[in-house]
């Protein structure tokens, strides 16, 4: 990728992220069955840590299962007091998350 503004998870391949704040938004998006555009809610996570690297980028988590993961470390921006290691295990529909929050 040229620009690198966003966190991308490749399957199986373990990323350590700190956040800094985060939002909620709605943005369109393109469905990748129907290939149409559909409006989704979606958890955005600002990063300015990955893999131990300073970075400015987003982590954008449409997932129910994966947002209801990092839900007890919204309030008061808990998340602030930790690296969160990240695997994702499979692609697609079936993806799972592995997600480990590590104090900082």
Do not use: C, W
Request: charged share 30%; aromatic share 12%; glycine share 4%.
């Amino acid at each position: 990728m040229v620009l690198e503004n966003y966190v991308r998870l490749e399957p199986g391949v373990r990323k350590r992220l700190h956040f800094y704040d985060h939002a909620f938004v709605t943005k369109t998006i393109t469905d990748p069955i129907l290939k149409r555009p559909k409006t989704v809610r979606s958890l955005i996570l600002f990063v300015d840590e990955e893999d131990g690297v300073k970075v400015d980028k987003t982590f954008s988590v449409i997932q129910e299962k994966l947002a209801m993961l990092f839900a007890p470390y919204l309030e008061g921006k808990r998340y602030k007091d930790y690296t969160f290691a990240i695997t994702k295990i499979g692609a697609g529909f079936t993806a799972e998350f592995e997600v480990e929050a590590i104090p900082r």
